[in-house]
């Protein structure tokens, strides 16, 4: 309650007491030690940053681990999860030296280990599997050696839970295992290699507590080894474990990730031969599912087509399926849905894929579009006018998992194990830049007709907002 008024100081003054009451042999003494440390480690000063780094804990943090681990083995203990909530909090803040990892690593999987035989409480195997990953992401990003100790490490581990089917943990495998693809160098060892049959298996994806670790898995995979994607048939597999993820309501959102990782990392030439079935199989959905979830994710994925492959290859390739179907679907759904993209990367993505189709499409160009055209823009005007704090998702803070919670029928995501997202356009600093210097150019080639076709269709609060932009980037539509 009054952590947060408790000067700096003061706390530094003490922090050697607490660790020291981690080894008292009551338990409720080294629990509340444990989630004293736990809770200060969380305390932000007024400007949002943490009060408590890595240079205050630095001195006391050899100690501070080896009380840790040695509560763990106290009577009643053995699965105290206020202890282990603090192992993964401290891991998080502290500066990750070879000489802490290896210790902690060793220590992290015998407790697996031994959790495996008989998981009896979720809340502390939650927060194992958290530390596991915290320690992983953090030791290994700064130094790329540990990769192997941790992958001689949590290896068996892995296998075990995968091959003996410990339900338990069978999600927390595969994001530690996807944690592990991701910090790899292809060619990705073959030691991976071996799960490969076992990921593609629709055997696998029957149980819906599994489907997002094992997207997570297959996205990592997609990422480092593209070309072993593209032999003995197996795009052809995980395209139709995207078919499979995009029939559900439930699991549409997961098949779309799937398929962006696939535009992503594949050229044009290999997944040619299946992007007519991939757009059949979109439009079949959207036509009886035309939910703001599905169409959005949707957007994403028309806009990551273009900037990947190429505005030609994306209107080409849907009018293959129908003629006109591109200028059908821009019109009912790309303009009117454009506006309710969030993100940061995901506006920015479908800002700049929009502006490259009012720029570049021969079909939108053309003068029977004009009406799309001018409502396009107005659209992607509206979208990255939008403020900071409408747009942004705020990444949360790792939510506490319930105390009572038991093994459920539904997905837990590690915290720290997550995706980082990556944003496919890294060469371009600024959406709105990117727009009006792209309309500056293509008005050069043709003065005189944009800005009557702005007058029309464009609302007048953002044909303003366009002049600003204009002006504030030094560029005149003519």
């Not at 530390?131 to 990769?147: E, P, Q």
């Not at 996807?178 to 990705?188: D, G, K």
């Not at 699991?251 to 535009?263: A, S």
């Not at 720029?359 to 659209?379: F, H, I, P, R, Y």
């Amino acid at each position: 309650m009054f952590r947060n008024h408790i000067p700096k100081p003061m706390t530094l003054q003490f922090f050697p007491d607490l660790i020291r009451f981690l080894r008292a042999e009551s338990n409720v003494v080294h629990s509340y030690a444990a989630s004293c440390i736990e809770k200060l480690l969380l305390v932000k000063d007024e400007c949002g940053t943490a009060r408590y780094t890595s240079v205050d804990i630095s001195p006391v943090l050899l100690q501070l681990m080896n009380n840790l681990f040695e509560a763990l083995q106290f009577p009643e203990s053995e699965e105290n999860q206020y202890v282990m909530k603090c192992i993964m909090r401290v891991l998080g803040v502290a500066d990750i030296s070879r000489e802490i990892a290896g210790p902690c690593i060793t220590g992290l999987t015998l407790i697996l280990n031994k959790a495996c035989e008989n998981p009896k409480n979720p809340v502390f195997n939650h927060y194992v599997f958290e530390s596991v990953a915290v320690l992983v992401k953090r030791a290994c990003g700064k130094d790329a050696s540990l990769i192997s100790i941790f992958e001689t490490n949590l290896f068996p581990s892995i296998q075990k839970i995968l091959v003996e089917d410990v339900q338990e943990f069978y999600p927390y495998a595969l994001q530690l295992l996807a944690q592990l693809v991701e910090l790899n160098r292809p060619p990705i060892p073959q030691s991976y290699m071996q799960v490969f049959p076992m990921l593609l298996s629709p055997e696998s994806w029957r149980k819906a507590s599994n489907v997002p670790a094992l997207v997570r898995l297959l996205q990592a995979f997609l990422q480092k080894a593209p070309h072993e994607l593209n032999q003995e048939g197996r795009l052809r597999q995980v395209l139709e474990i995207f078919n499979k993820l995009l029939s559900a309501r439930s699991t549409d959102e997961q098949g779309f990730y799937v398929l962006n990782t696939v535009v992503e990392s594949l050229d044009f030439n290999v997944i040619a031969p299946y992007i007519g079935q991939i757009w059949s199989a979109l439009f079949t959905v959207l036509q009886s599912r035309q939910t703001g979830k599905f169409i959005k994710s949707l957007l994403i994925f028309m806009s990551l087509f273009l900037v990947k492959h190429g505005s030609t290859n994306l209107v080409d390739s849907m009018n293959g399926i129908q003629a006109n179907l591109f200028l059908v679907i821009v019109g009912q759904f790309w303009i009117s849905n454009l506006r309710l993209i969030t993100g940061v990367i995901e506006t920015k993505l479908t800002a700049v894929a929009s502006t490259r189709l009012l720029c570049e499409s021969q079909s939108l160009l053309d003068a029977a579009a004009v009406e799309q055209w001018g409502k396009m823009l107005n659209s992607i005007v509206t979208l990255v006018s939008r403020t900071e704090q409408d747009r942004v998702e705020e990444d949360p803070e790792m939510p506490d998992i319930a105390e009572n919670a038991g093994y459920s029928a539904t997905f837990v995501r590690l915290h720290n194990a997550g995706k980082s997202e990556d944003d496919p356009l890294k060469d371009i600093r600024d959406a709105k830049e990117f727009l009006v210097t792209s309309l500056a150019r293509l008005s050069a080639l043709s003065p005189g007709r944009y800005p009557q076709i702005i007058s029309q269709y464009v609302e007048p609060a953002n044909q303003a907002e366009l002049l600003r932009l204009c002006n504030s980037y030094n560029c005149q539509i003519v």
